[in-house]
């Protein structure tokens, strides 16, 4: 049972344009949401969290929107760069901090040229 | 420049085989994470510790899977015996539970092939 959903395998996105990753939850106790970024041979790192108090978090090109009626949120990443190419995980928590993180089975994202 | 550690990096056995993966987790750091990445599941939790203790091993077949942290700067995953279907890369986390960082950091990871 996949309580956290990617259902968008791959991604592909021309440089300089907007990229956005989506996300879908089925559990309600879920607080706390966050990305991680992967590249091949590395292990993932945390690009951006979001607590459920808030709609929506900014960090630079990176933004990430949540709509709790929904239980869905996603990843905006705009401009692109060839260096965004990664995959991209998308996790939840039933609370901030250290704490077990459930995540979804990832999104290729490759920027072309 | 802290930053989780894990060994081997790679590692090909024959099933039957025991196999042990290692975790150094970052100095200060209060909780580990063992995680799988396969390509249906995407990364599934295995087992996580809290002060050395273990909370939460649900994740992980029992029968052959075993997690431990014989001191705050080592963890290790055991598989005995291995078989095909646990080739995956496997990562180990580590955090600060209680703290201001808010997220896991991963180490780079162990690709483990059963053959």
């Known amino acids: 049972d996949q309580q956290v959903k990617q259902n968008s395998p791959s991604l592909s996105v021309q440089e300089g344009r907007i990229s956005i990753l989506n996300c879908d939850y089925t559990?309600?106790?879920?607080?706390?949401f966050l990305w991680y970024k992967k590249y091949p041979a590395e292990g993932p790192t945390f690009l951006i969290s979001i607590s459920s108090i808030k709609d929506k978090n900014e960090d630079g090109r990176f933004t990430v929107f949540l709509n709790k009626s929904a239980k869905h949120l996603s990843l905006h990443i705009v401009p692109s760069q060839p260096g965004d190419s990664a995959v991209y995980f998308c996790?939840?928590?039933?609370?901030?901090?250290?704490?077990?993180?459930?995540f979804g089975q990832g999104t290729r994202l490759t920027i072309n040229p | 420049d802290a930053r989780v550690t894990q060994t081997p990096r790679h590692k090909v056995t024959e099933m039957g085989q025991e196999v042990t993966m290692r975790c150094q987790p970052i100095l200060g750091h209060n909780t580990v994470f063992w995680y799988r990445q396969t390509m249906m599941q995407g990364l599934e939790l295995l087992a996580y510790f809290r002060n050395r203790a273990p909370l939460d091993d649900s994740g992980m077949p029992k029968d052959r899977f075993s997690a431990e942290m014989p001191d705050a700067t080592l963890a290790t995953l055991k598989i005995q015996p291995s078989e095909p279907r646990d080739s995956a890369v496997y990562f180990c986390?580590?955090?600060?539970?209680?703290?201001?960082?808010?997220?896991?950091?991963f180490g780079p990871g162990t690709r483990l092939l059963v053959l």
């Open positions: 559990n309600s106790m879920f607080d706390y």
């Open positions: 996790a939840a928590s039933e609370a901030q901090g250290a704490q077990k993180l459930v």
């Open positions: 986390a580590s955090g600060l539970d209680g703290g201001h960082q808010e997220t896991q950091y």
